[in-house]
C-alpha cells in the first residue's frame, strides 16, 4: 500500500464527509477520522487491495461509528446544553418542515437515502459518493437526481 500519509492526504476529506453525514458532529466526526486512520495502520497488512482504498476506509470508519453508538446506548443518553434560537413558532415551523423532509428521505431505498445523505449533508462530490459506494460518479449523480426527483414529486416507492 501507498505511504499512509499520502493515504491521508487523499482521503481524509472524503472520510471526515463520510462520518459527519452519519454523525451529523463535526468534533465527533473528526474524532472518528483520526481513529479511522489509526485503525487503518494496524491493519494495513489485511488490505487485499479488492476494493479501493476509499472504499476501506469507510468501512473502517462505518464500523467505529457502529461501535460508538453501542458504546453510546449502553452508557446511557447524554444531556446537552441549549442553545439560544428562534421563537417557539418559528422553531416548531422549522422543526416540522426539517422533519417532514427527512422522513421523506429516510422512506427511500437504502441506495437512493445513502446518496442523498452524503450529497446533501455530507458535501460530497458525486465522485468520491462514487468511490465510497464502490459505483460509479455517473451512477452517483442519477441516483441522486432520480432521488431527487422522487422527493419533488412526493413519489417514494420502495420496490426500486
Known sequence: MEDMEKVYQQHARTVYKF???????????????QETFYQAVKSVDRFDGSCKVSVWLCQIAKHLWYQHLRKRKREGPEELPEAPGPSAEE?????????????????LPELQREVVYLRAFGGLSFREIGDVMGKTENWARVTFYRSKEKLRNGGVNHEE
Open 19 to 33: 462520518l459527519l453525514t452519519k454523525t451529523r458532529d463535526e468534533h465527533l466526526a473528526e474524532e472518528l477520522t
Open 91 to 107: 422553531g416548531l415551523l422549522e422543526k416540522e418542515g426539517q422533519l417532514d423532509l427527512l422522513r421523506q428521505v429516510h422512506s
